[in-house]
T-cell receptor, first 114, second 113 residues
Framework: AQSVTQLGSHVSVSEGALVLLRCNYS??????LFWYVQYPNQGLQLLLK??????LVKGINGFEAEFKKSETSFHLTKPSAHMSDAAEYFC????????????FGGGTRLMVKP | KAGVTQTPRYLIKTRGQQVTLSCSPI?????VSWYQQTPGQGLQFLFE???????NKGNFPGRFSGRQFSNSRSEMNVSTLELGDSALYLC????????????FGPGTRLTVL
C-alpha cells in the first residue's frame, strides 16, 4: 500500500519569501512522485514529476522538488513566492505496478501575503 | 490541442436519483481515470479505464461504476445518490498510464440535496 502525507494543511508566506511545502510518502516499490496545483474552481495542473531520472526535479513556474529516498520525502520549493502562487498544492504517488492510480496527500493551501 | 473536457460542469440531484458524468480525454489518450474530491476525504481514486477495460478500481461502493468507449471517452455513473456523494468529480487522461503525467479536466460539481 502506498500513502502520502503533506505536513501543514495551510502555509502562509510573504511575497518574495521562500516557499517550502512538505511531502512524505510510503511505497513498497520505487514510486513515481508528482506535485499538482489546483486553482479555485479548476482541475489539477502538473507542476513536476519524479520518475527516477534525476533526484532534483525542476517544474513549471520556478518550482522544484528533491527526491530523498532515505527520508522518503519529496518536498516542493520555490525561491521567491509570487502572489499568483496562492493555490492548493497536492503531492501524489503512483507506481508502475498500479497502472495510473494516483494516491494524493491531503493538500496544502498556500497563502501569499503582500 | 484541446484539453480534457467534462460535462456537465454543475449538477444538482436529490437523494435516491442516479447521475451520469461524461469525460472526453485529450485526443490520442487511452487511459482515463476518475477521482472524487471532497473537503473531508480529499482526492480519492475511483477507477481507471484503458482500452475500454477497467484497469484499476478504488475503494468505493458498487453504486459507483464507469465505462469507456472505443473512442476513449468515458462515463461514470452513480446510482441511488446519497448526500455524501456531493463532491467535485475529476477526470484525468494520459497516453498509456503507468507513471505518465495525467491531464485533468475542470471537474463536475455534483450537489446532492
Amino acid at each position: 500500500a502506498q500513502s502520502v502525507t503533506q505536513l501543514g494543511s495551510h502555509v502562509s508566506v510573504s511575497e518574495g519569501a521562500l516557499v517550502l511545502l512538505r511531502c512524505n510518502y510510503s511505497s513498497s516499490v520505487p514510486p513515481y512522485l508528482f506535485w499538482y496545483v489546483q486553482y479555485p474552481n479548476q482541475g489539477l495542473q502538473l507542476l513536476l514529476k519524479y520518475t527516477s531520472a534525476a533526484t532534483l526535479v525542476k517544474g513549471i513556474n520556478g518550482f522544484e522538488a528533491e527526491f530523498k529516498k532515505s527520508e522518503t520525502s519529496f518536498h516542493l520549493t520555490k525561491p521567491s513566492a509570487h502572489m499568483s502562487d496562492a493555490a492548493e498544492y497536492f503531492c501524489a504517488v503512483s507506481h508502475n505496478n498500479a497502472g495510473n492510480m494516483l494516491t494524493f496527500g491531503g493538500g496544502t493551501r498556500l497563502m501569499v501575503k503582500p | 490541442k484541446a484539453g480534457v473536457t467534462q460535462t456537465p460542469r454543475y449538477l444538482i440531484k436529490t437523494r435516491g436519483q442516479q447521475v451520469t458524468l461524461s469525460c472526453s480525454p485529450i485526443s490520442g489518450h487511452r487511459s482515463v481515470s476518475w477521482y472524487q474530491q471532497t473537503p473531508g476525504q480529499g482526492l480519492q481514486f475511483l477507477f481507471e479505464y484503458f482500452s475500454e477495460t477497467q484497469r484499476n478500481k478504488g475503494n468505493f461502493p458498487g453504486r459507483f461504476s464507469g465505462r469507456q468507449f472505443s473512442n476513449s471517452r468515458s462515463e461514470m455513473n452513480v446510482s441511488t445518490l446519497e448526500l455524501g456523494d456531493s463532491a467535485l468529480y475529476l477526470c484525468a487522461s494520459s497516453l498509456e498510464g503507468k507513471g505518465e503525467e495525467q491531464f485533468f479536466g475542470p471537474g463536475t460539481r455534483l450537489t446532492v440535496l
